[in-house]
């Protein structure tokens, strides 16, 4: 078969060795000159760290049509160069070890093969816009599924328009469970992979049902899919989350026990929710600054809060409008969004736009200092989200919403295969034909906070910050270090302007005794420090680096542990009609809590 374009073998001859074995035909190498560079992706879009996949490249060797070796050389970490002696075709072999389950690495294993496109392709730059045929080979004698978001070409084979299509395909090979999905309009399905432990709360039925029903909220929403067909791979192993947005696909991990309670089954409904949410925002509606990609390095912009923020937001809220989620749980969750961000002393060094452009080196590598230095823009950016879509129904009177925005952004860029420029505040004011440039100062180019207290009385809702009951039954205030432990006793975060910091308590510190009495759990530890009071001084015994420390703190009053949500009695029309409008059934008019959350993350 000849082509213009390049073509790949993956084949899995042995998947008990976790490795793929990779051909690539490079056709017309005559015209790219003496010699051939081909590199492996440093990173994959979506996902802003640099994994330098050519870590798990081997045995790469290139020959000529007639079989005879090619001389290669390794030009940088990621880059090789290709002697072609005159051959008009080279072939490129090599193996790539896979053997790390996460959504964008590769898990080859005895059941199923997960090939994250970035970390199996090497790519020739200079000709990233021709086609790019891949044919997938499962093992012999092996009854495996074959997916890919890719259309059928030729004999078994897909074909991807060009080198970003390729990167944005995984290819799921294994023994699966398929369910096809009758919604929004094209074919979707979904793929499992691990299986579920047991039905529990949901079940298979329940789950497509509620699927189905997500992908037709979200396309409705934008007006009919943009893809031809859509598959949600969805692998399930003990203690794995994740999820990766592609054009036709998303790779998604959960647990076996996912539908084991109504809120885990909640949150795996989220997670696909929002993969799919990004089919339009990320993956096609998309910033200036990730385009054109580039794979061999970093590139920036100050959008994710646009990609993941507003993805955030109505991954959850759809479920809501849908019916799928309860207004109790989408309060608490929002109320559990609210007590982490106010956990979270980065917020007043990274504006949403300064996270973005730093994710990655921040949200992307977890330090001890990230707590104190930025910001998530998933967290913040769905919080920042919800006020914006407040403002614009509340300046609107109820005609637009943040809704509206998103559809401006596919109607003028999505649709139309643009990026939208990195200052995208005319965007909004489009959309919704209201100023947004004071919005924008305060909590997007600005670190602000969001005032939901002062939003969701807009919709006849009391959001209190407050403490957990047994804290204050007695009438006394928790005393708090203001740090966070794992392991035993191990200090992993000392939050800015805590008494610990005060007294120099340190990350990796491995706290021991308090006033001379052992501690080596977190719950001892919380128990010793709620026999004290704030204003008490307290010793604190602790090994840093294998010798022996003591420091005497200054305890402090425990900042509030518990966010709640309730209802007015007596709401006016108004707010009845925000309340409505917002979570798609009537206001309880009812001063009940109606949803609350405790965390205990810092002690
Ligand atoms: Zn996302």
């Excluded at 794992?486 to 610990?500: N, W």
Aim: glycine share 8%.
């Amino acid at each position: 078969m000849t082509t213009s374009g390049l073509h790949y073998t993956v084949s899995v001859p042995d998947p008990d060795s976790h490795h793929c074995e990779v051909g690539l035909r490079i056709p017309d190498a005559a015209a790219l000159g003496d010699r051939i560079e081909v590199a492996m992706a440093a990173w994959c879009p979506g996902s802003y760290l640099v994994r330098d996949y050519a870590r798990f490249v081997r045995d790469l060797r290139a020959e000529g049509p007639d079989g005879a070796a090619l001389p290669v050389t390794k030009v940088t970490k990621q880059r090789w160069r290709i002697d072609r002696n005159g051959a008009d075709e080279v072939v490129v072999r090599y193996r790539v070890y896979g053997h790390e389950l996460t959504v964008r690495t590769c898990h080859i294993d005895d059941s199923h093969a997960f090939l994250h496109g970035p970390a199996i392709y090497l790519y020739v730059d200079a000709l990233r816009d021709r086609p790019h045929e891949v044919a997938l080979r499962p093992p012999e004698g092996r009854d495996w599924a074959v997916h890919i978001g890719l259309p059928k070409h030729g004999d078994g084979g897909h074909r991807a328009a060009n080198l970003d299509e390729l990167l944005d395909c995984p290819v799921h090979m294994g023994e699966v469970d398929v369910y096809e999905l009758t919604a929004g309009g094209s074919p979707a399905r979904l793929v499992v992979w691990g299986g579920f432990d047991a039905d529990g709360v949901a079940g298979m039925d329940q789950l497509t049902a509620d699927l189905a029903t997500i992908v037709d909220t979200h396309t409705e929403r934008f007006g009919g899919p943009p893809y031809d067909d859509y598959t949600f791979m969805l692998m399930l192993a003990p203690g794995a989350y994740g999820g990766l947005e592609h054009r036709s696909s998303s790779a998604n991990l959960n647990t076996p026990y996912a539908m084991a309670t109504k809120n885990d089954y909640l949150d795996l409904l989220e997670l696909l929710s929002h993969e799919f949410f990004h089919v339009w925002n990320g993956k096609r509606i998309y910033p200036a600054g990730l385009t054109p990609f580039r794979y061999d390095a970093e590139q920036y912009t100050r959008c994710l809060w646009v990609m993941e923020g507003l993805t955030s937001y109505y991954d959850r809220h759809t479920l809501r409008t849908a019916g799928l989620m309860p207004v109790a749980r989408y309060l608490e969750k929002l109320a559990a969004d609210q007590l982490r961000l106010a956990y979270t002393p980065g917020r007043a060094e990274h504006s949403l736009e300064e996270s973005s452009f730093d994710a990655w080196i921040k949200l992307y590598q977890a330090t001890e200092l990230n707590a104190n230095s930025t910001v998530s823009y998933y967290l913040k950016g769905g919080l920042v989200s919800l006020a914006m879509d407040f403002e614009i129904r509340r300046r609107t009177e109820g005609t637009h919403s943040l809704e509206d925005v998103l559809r401006q952004l596919w109607s003028d860029y999505g649709a139309k295969a643009l990026p939208y420029p990195e200052a995208v505040q005319p965007v909004f004011e489009k959309a919704t034909g209201i100023g947004m440039g004071e919005f924008f100062d305060r909590f997007i180019r600005g670190r602000q906070d969001p005032d939901l207290t002062v939003e969701l009385a807009t919709a006849g809702l009391e959001l209190r910050t407050t403490f957990d009951a047994p804290q204050i039954a007695d009438g006394t205030e928790l005393p708090w270090l203001g740090i966070a432990i794992k392991h035993g006793t191990r200090v992993t975060t000392v939050l800015d302007g805590s008494p610990a910091a005060a007294a120099g308590v340190s990350p990796r510190d491995e706290l021991i005794a308090v006033n001379r009495r052992r501690v080596r759990t977190d719950s001892g530890l919380r128990k010793r420090l709620a026999l004290r009071r704030p204003g008490d001084r307290v010793e604190l015994a602790l090994f840093r680096e294998g010798r022996l420390h003591e420091l005497e703190v200054e305890l402090a009053a425990s900042p509030p542990t518990r966010v709640e949500i309730a209802g007015i009695a007596a709401p006016s029309a108004a707010q009845k009609a925000f309340y409505a409008a917002w979570l798609g059934e009537e206001h309880p008019c009812s001063d009940a809590v109606i949803a609350g959350f405790t965390s205990y993350r810092y002690l």
